[in-house]
């Protein structure tokens, strides 16, 4: 990884998280301060503050701090200081009950509000992706068992349209996280329609998450063939080193014909610190050359990319797009669905049905926010609508520290008709933070392993 990549992956990072901390304190803020409550202090981070400004007539103090995995919104509290008489009725502990339950849940609110405007810009943008074409059927799988053909579209799952291998995945999800029946509509080459029932019950959540479900199904998606023509050769590269130059067109591999890109790269990947033998074919004359690919995470690699040819796989994009009425329509959509199928994972996982690995951490994220924001606005405004829900369901677990947490003592001193005594807060409290020390680790312990792995 390039010093470049690195300082995008960072700037990426700093901005979902800054972007999300600051939706979600917001909606505290806003709603406390639109029911007369008086905020103190508004913080977009942890520690030692970076900035301040105080702002407004209650001179509210606005601040950015040098950790940015969280942030707060400090209200007038006789729990946390004096209050001057003249005061009181604008601090929060002395709020009805509902007035405290409306500022706790505005936090995860307005990040589900969030999370639809974003996906609602991603929709009305157009989200481009492979369109969900066949290539290939193993035998005696799921797919093969099902009449499952080569050159077949999948152009709904269980009667929802899959416009893209990305809705597929995520409706086929669905059905296995279920544990229902997954229904296919195909359609072939000659526009002829057919309905399938594919066996996807030995399937699990980790199938999907850990890369194996294609495999599992026994398909895999088409890929249009690039030609084995070199498009660029990257400096102070075995390529280079190796005397390759761009236009060159790969005839043959150590004695082996190559028909297209995707076969080159897979045998060069083969060959690690290796002598390999390559003809080639440059301005009508043939030539071979010998060239020793690096060693690149234990694959052979020699600093080349494909020369792409204009419109090339053009037939085989889908681009998903939709007026300003219709795109809020699937953002919302989009929402429930992530939302339902975010909680059933969770479930799953306290049942120990889904492995502790699909909990991600801060090292994950950052990747994530880095690699979307490369692949365009449609991906990153995605990840950020994705991140952004996410933090809304955590938030809402009954665990304490957290708005969830703060929302079940409120429902107990609803039961109870007075406020919990300050004896069972602090132990409330200590479950709390021992939850959140140990997802936290949990988190961290996933980000390192996949590092390392």
Not at 78 to 97: I, K, M
Not at 291 to 307: F, H, Y
Not at 388 to 406: A, E, Q, R
Request: net charge neutral.
């Amino acid at each position: 990884m390039s010093l470049l990549d690195l300082l995008q992956i960072v700037l990426a990072f700093l901005f979902t998280i800054g972007l999300l901390v600051t939706v979600h304190e917001w909606g505290h803020y806003w709603v406390a301060k639109r029911l007369g409550i008086k905020i103190l202090c508004f913080s977009v981070g942890f520690g030692k503050p970076l900035f301040t400004r105080r702002w407004g007539a209650d001179q509210t103090e606005f601040m950015i701090a040098a950790i940015p995995l969280g942030g707060y919104v400090k209200m007038l509290d006789e729990q946390e200081g004096d209050v001057a008489p003249e005061e009181r009725h604008r601090a929060f502990n002395r709020q009805p009950l509902w007035v405290r339950a409306l500022v706790v849940a505005a936090g995860p609110l307005i990040n589900f509000l969030f999370a639809i405007l974003m996906f609602m810009l991603m929709f009305m943008l157009g989200v481009e992706g492979a369109r969900p074409v066949v290539g290939e059927v193993l035998p005696n799988t799921p797919a093969a068992q099902a009449g499952i053909q080569t050159g077949q579209e999948i152009i709904a799952v269980n009667q929802r349209a899959t416009l893209r291998w990305e809705s597929v995945i995520q409706e086929t999800l669905q059905t296995v996280v279920n544990q229902e029946e997954t229904h296919y509509q195909l359609r072939d080459e000659k526009g002829y329609e057919k309905n399938l029932t594919i066996n996807t019950q030995h399937l699990s959540p980790d199938d999907f998450t850990q890369r194996g479900l294609f495999d599992k199904l026994g398909l895999k998606p088409y890929r249009p063939q690039l030609p084995p023509i070199i498009g660029r050769v990257l400096d102070n590269s075995a390529a280079q080193r190796g005397g390759l130059q761009e236009g060159d067109k790969i005839l043959r591999f150590n004695g082996e014909k190559i028909h297209s890109w995707h076969e080159w790269a897979q045998q060069i990947a083969q060959y690690p610190e290796q002598d390999i033998y390559i003809e080639i074919e440059r301005q009508g004359r043939r030539m071979t050359l010998t060239l020793k690919p690096d060693n690149i995470e234990g694959q052979g690699k020699l600093g080349v990319g494909a020369k792409v040819p204009e419109n090339w796989g053009a037939n085989y994009r889908s681009i998903e797009r939709y007026g300003m009425f219709a795109a809020f329509g699937q953002a919302v959509d989009k929402t429930w669905d992530l939302s339902a199928l975010t909680l059933k994972m969770l479930g799953k996982m306290l049942m120990l049905e889904v492995s502790h690995k699909n909990i991600s951490g801060p090292i994950t994220i950052a990747e994530f926010a880095g690699h979307s924001f490369n692949m365009g606005w449609d991906r990153f405004l995605f990840f950020l609508g994705l991140v952004s829900l996410s933090l809304g369901i955590i938030n809402l677990m009954p665990v304490p520290l957290l708005d969830g947490g703060h929302l079940l003592l409120y429902l107990m001193e609803a039961i109870k008709g007075s406020p919990l005594s300050d004896h069972l807060m602090l132990f409330m409290q200590r479950i709390g933070v021992s939850i959140v020390l140990l997802l936290m680790s949990l988190a961290l312990f996933n980000d390192f392993n996949r590092l390392l792995n």
